[in-house]
């Protein structure tokens, strides 16, 4: 017997020994068109990616090759039906395009990878992911528009100025309800729906999905009096497009009857307001396909047998709130036996005429919840509630109890206001509401009429965005620059719905592209940012005028937009910052026939010394400005003359597209390109340097010259005329929002660290830290506090807080963070920097401090990437790398020490510890 339990345990143990040994490298975060688990896709080949983490060490690190396998089932995994990669020997780990099976709609995709290391270890499989496929050709769709009986097909009328008076208000949001029956058993249900503007789908009397504000903002369809309005342009674009979202249903389905239900808000389609552009009444698209587990389908429609009725949304305005009954509430409407007898058969509505398209970019969500900081009982009975910091969203109540038909106000506090939200008691006592189908801005709230003494219970702040992760850390011994950031995150996001980005979440909620280019670096280096940019970009493309190349002011159009070359010049920006950020050399693809299109219009405008001019005229013949401005929210009114902006952009665009050119392998268009840049150059330099003075001029003049580039020996005397602006101003931002942009990292990369650092680190007029002073919890227009005081626009000047003062910059010959560098700027005044953000390899980061006599740099490489460090030092000797002299430090490799005074090392993925000695 001892024999025996011997033997087994030997055998056990040689059995162990001879188990394949795995690697430590486990791929995580599966996405797939940079979502998670996209419920609806319809890409043939979509784009697979994932992060390799290690527990523990892993210096040295790599991906060698993966294995992708994707099946209709997740417990066909092990076999799959869809697709096996086999091993691919690649590094790849983003953009990784499906090659297998042909897809079809309705298609569920369940998939996996795994990987080899540097060792030739193979990692477990991921947990699986999954991807659902849309409705692939239009001639699938069955199901017709549907809209409300009670209305046409017109939308509001348009108020020819901001301030106009509304001229008619909307009738009630439509409900809308099918009863069907089931009779077999059900092996999958899916449902693929739509409203204009906004909708809520619902059935057997629930809410489908957590998102709010949906479908996603786009343009939706043609407007034929966009040639009439103040801003006028031809109704030619590129694209037209509509989001439909997929729900899979089965679990809600039941035997024997079920109820579908959707409400509808005007949103943008419907908006009555000068900045907008409607489109039409409010309708609803839906189709149900039923799949039974004898294998017959069915499909379920919207048509003309849904009823539809008028609810408890007596008004839903985008741009002036909602008022709600409570007491019209019909309990159970969207339920199976619902008493309908008083409902109407729906209208069929016309098909807008933009193309129905799977809703895969995230929506917007409930993303935070807020709790007041005090509730103050006014004089007048009402009470004021203060949250602290100013938010996009709404206020939720909970715990009414009061009287039927007893009216809430609530005043929504901002400095420009953002519409009124009202409701009415039903009296059914603990009763609860928040608006459906707008989103409000406030910092407080007044609350009229609240029955009792209202309490921190009773309500709640809902910041509302379009979801996107904040994936960076940025942290600094100045709390000023802490501040900073975070206030331009929080206007950020307010300003972020319907994935798009506006310029100010209340006056014009309007997704103006110069806004959005110019923030656009800064938002990658916060937030996980590839669904989001990856359909806004899509809609700047979509909006370009096909028979011109012309790029409006704002996309998708709203013609109250003003704006000028720099706005569509967002069309090669935002790519370009996208590749470099992400490493995604399709987006050049897809938007590189955009970006031609735009330089061959800024082309029709220059003069014989190839400066260009834009001078656009409006519906008189006469030069409109709102078509040609230069810089935007100079401060005193003191700008750099138009054209010289206008050419600026001209320069920045043309040199995108040789860079462009070259990425996508177009060897004719870069060398094309570079003639041109060289030209405009040129006539820049003719043009606008002041020969006798040494300077291009001030309020950022100078700035966009050396972002150009001047002439080597013109050089110091630019730099100098620049100190000298600064020091004029007292050491102030004198910039609009482009010239901020380029402000402070063009005075680091020519030796002006310092004179960024004490620009950004005032407290007094004009400045961030001012403010701040004047109890700023969002970022604003002006820099002297007039205009909104939500505008992200100026926080694209603190890329220097993560590229200069922190130092992680991606390479731009090895882009997405596949090669960092790493070269911290330190200023005397900041003890230590952390800046920290999640790349498609995974974390990357820096934390430096320093002290007398000594200057520590941690830093974080991720697996797929490599480094280039660069160490304050001025000998070798003088640094360690986690106590180890330098040139017995394990994979760091010594490239020498630099002019500047830094030590240079070559380093691959790990966690690394540098410190410097300084005598």
């Keep these: 017997m001892v024999m025996r339990s011997i033997f087994t345990i030997c055998f056990t143990l040689l059995i162990a020994c001879k188990q394949p040994e795995i690697s430590s490298m486990v791929p995580a975060g599966l996405s797939c068109e940079y979502v998670v ?5 319809d890409r043939l080949h979509p784009r697979l990616g994932w992060i390799n983490q290690v527990t523990g060490d892993f210096r040295g690190m790599t991906q060698t090759a993966y294995q992708v396998r994707v099946a209709s089932s997740e417990s066909l995994l092990a076999t799959p039906d869809l697709w096996d990669s086999g091993r691919v020997n690649s590094g790849r780990s983003n953009q990784v395009l499906y ?13 996996q990878v795994r990987v080899w290391d540097e060792q030739g270890l193979v990692s477990e499989w991921s947990k699986p992911a999954y991807w659902g496929m849309g409705i692939l050709e239009a001639t699938e769709w069955q199901a017709q528009w549907i809209g409300a009986p009670w209305q046409g097909e017109e939308a509001l009328p348009e108020p020819g100025w901001p301030d106009a008076p509304v001229e008619q208000w909307p009738p009630p949001a439509p409900y809308f309800r099918k009863e069907f029956e089931v009779t077999k058993k059900i092996a999958q249900a899916k449902a693929y729906v739509t409203g204009l503007g906004y909708f809520e789908f619902y059935i057997n009397g629930n809410k489908q999905g957590d998102e709010v504000l949906v479908p996603n903002q786009t343009n939706y369809g043609k407007r034929d009096y966009l040639m009439e309005t103040n801003i006028p342009l031809p109704d030619d674009f590129e694209e037209y497009k509509i989001m439909y979202l ?16 959707a409400i509808v808000g005007n949103g943008f ?7 907008s552009g409607s489109y039409g009444s409010p309708r609803f698209l839906g189709q149900i396909h039923l799949t039974y587990q004898d294998g017959t389908s069915e499909i379920i429609v919207t048509d003309d047998t849904w009823k539809a009725a008028k609810g408890p949304i007596l008004m839903d305005m985008v741009f002036y709130g909602e008022t709600y009954d409570a007491r019209l509430e019909m309990p159970g409407w969207s339920e199976p036996d619902f008493d309908e007898s008083g409902w109407q058969s729906s209208a069929i509505r016309d098909t807008p005429f933009g193309k129905l398209v799977a809703h895969t970019p995230y929506p917007d969500k409930v993303m935070e919840e807020i709790k007041p900081v005090s509730i103050e009982r006014l004089d007048n009975g009402n009470h004021l509630v203060d949250f602290g910091v100013e938010v996009s969203g709404w206020a939720r109540l909970n715990h009414i109890d009061g009287p039927q038909g007893q009216k809430i106000a609530l005043k929504f506090i901002s400095n420009t206001p953002s519409g009124e939200n009202i409701y009415i008691l039903n009296g059914s006592g603990n009763e609860s509401y928040a608006p459906r189908f707008n989103w409000f801005v406030f910092s407080e709230v007044e609350v009229v009429n609240w029955p009792g003494e209202l309490t921190e219970a009773h309500i709640t702040a809902e910041a509302v965005n379009t979801y996107i992760e904040r994936t960076a850390k940025f942290e600094t011994s100045n709390e000023l620059f802490n501040r900073i950031n975070q206030i331009w995150q929080r206007s950020q996001l307010d300003n972020m719905h319907g994935g798009v980005a506006s310029d100010c979440p209340h006056r014009e909620r309007s997704p103006y592209t110069g806004d959005g280019q ?5 938002v990658m280096h916060n937030f996980d940012a590839r669904s989001f940019y990856h359909k806004w970009i899509g809609d700047v493309r979509g909006a370009q005028i096909k028979s011109t190349g012309y790029v409006p002011n704002c996309a998708p159009w709203q013609p109250g937009c003003g704006g000028g070359v720099a706005w569509g010049a967002a069309v090669c920006i935002m790519p370009w910052e996208y590749y470099l950020h992400y490493g995604s050399e399709d987006i050049l693809e897809e938007n590189y026939q955009a970006m031609k299109g735009y330089v061959s219009y800024m082309s029709g405008w220059l003069d014989s010394d190839s400066i260009m001019h834009l001078q656009r005229t409006g519906r008189d013949g006469e030069v409109l400005k709102w078509f040609n401005l230069g810089e935007w929210g100079c401060y005193e009114g003191q700008c750099p003359p138009d054209e010289m902006v206008h050419s ?13 050119a070259a990425v996508l392998g177009n060897a004719g268009d870069a060398s094309a390109f570079s003639r041109i840049r060289s030209g405009i150059q040129n006539g820049f330099q003719r043009r606008f340097y002041d020969n006798s003075q040494g300077t291009f001029g001030d309020h950022g003049a100078n700035v966009f010259a050396l972002d150009m580039g001047v002439p080597e020996a013109e050089l110091p005397r630019v730099v100098s005329s620049l100190k000298q602006n600064l020091l004029q101003n007292g050491g102030h931002v004198h910039t609009g929002i482009y010239g901020t942009r380029l402000l402070f990292e063009v005075l680091s990369d020519h030796g002006l660290n310092e004179m960024a650092y004490e620009a950004l680190n005032k407290t007094t007029e004009p400045s961030f830290g001012f403010w701040l002073q004047d109890g700023a919890t969002t970022t604003r227009e002006f820099w002297d506090n007039t205009g909104s005081h939500n505008h992200p626009m100026f926080g ?8 200069d003062l922190a130092g992680m910059q991606t390479d731009p010959m090895n882009p997405g963070y596949r090669h960092i560098i790493f070269k911290p700027k330190p200023v005397q005044e900041v003890s230590f920097v952390k800046y920290f953000n999640r790349t498609v390899f995974g974390d990357a980061g820096i934390h430096w401090q320093q002290q007398p006599g000594q200057f520590t740099m941690d830093i974080t490489v991720p697996i797929g990437s490599s480094a280039t460090v660069f160490i304050p030092a001025q000998e070798v ?10 040139p017995e430090a394990p994979l760091v490799e010594l490239l020498g020490i630099d002019e500047s005074g830094y030590l240079v090392c070559k380093v691959p993925s790990g966690v690394y510890h540098f410190k410097s000695i300084r005598p």
């Design 246 to 261: 997929s729900y899979d249903i089965t679990d809600r389905i039941k035997p024997g009857k079920n109820a579908l239900g």
């Design 37 to 41: 688990n996209p419920s609806v896709v």
């Design 877 to 886: 000797d003088q640094v360690t790398e986690s106590a180890n002299p330098i």
């Design 99 to 111: 090659q297998g099976q042909e897809l079809t709609s309705g298609q569920d995709c369940w998939w």
């Design 648 to 660: 600026y952009f001209f320069w920045k665009c043309t040199d995108i597209l040789v860079k462009a």
């Design 796 to 803: 694209g000047g603190l890329t220097w807080f993560y590229r």
């Design 269 to 275: 389609y419907n908006a009555s307001k000068y900045w």
């Design 518 to 522: 110019v923030a656009c670096a800064t």
